[in-house]
Nanobody, 123 residues
């Protein structure tokens, strides 16, 4: 079965850190660009970070630049999102998605989606 599975979400205090993982099964990630999206309660899903097929190509939403870092470990068929200095407004369900197409932020380009992992930032 071809799927992506996110993990690493949870409850964290403001200023804290979490590392999310996106693991693929049934296919290899190294041929895909991987995108992290998030959806906060009552809001539309938005792009957070993207890593291209080459690890040298990354992109971030302005709201997370300098705080989040995306990386990939092809040997483990996994992409990570390190989230530091978390804020209450980062609270959301975080999804990873895989695409072969150009354009990280276009959700219609995604071939595979995970089911999401919940991140709650609260004191």
């Amino acid at each position: 079965q071809l799927q992506l599975v996110e993990s690493g979400g949870g409850l964290v205090q403001p200023g804290g850190s979490l590392r999310l993982s996106c693991a693929a099964s049934g296919f290899t990630l190294d041929g895909y660009a991987i995108v992290w999206f998030r959806q906060a309660p009552g809001k539309e899903r938005e792009g957070v970070s993207c890593i291209g097929r080459s690890i040298d190509i990354t992109a971030y939403a302005d709201s997370v630049k300098g705080r989040f870092t995306i990386s990939r470990e092809n040997a483990k068929n996994t992409v990570y999102l390190q989230m530091n200095s978390l804020k209450p407004e980062d609270t959301a369900v975080y999804y990873c998605a895989a695409t072969l197409r150009l354009g990280c932020w276009n959700q219609n380009n995604m071939r595979y989606w995970g089911k999401g992992t919940l991140v709650t930032v609260s004191s």
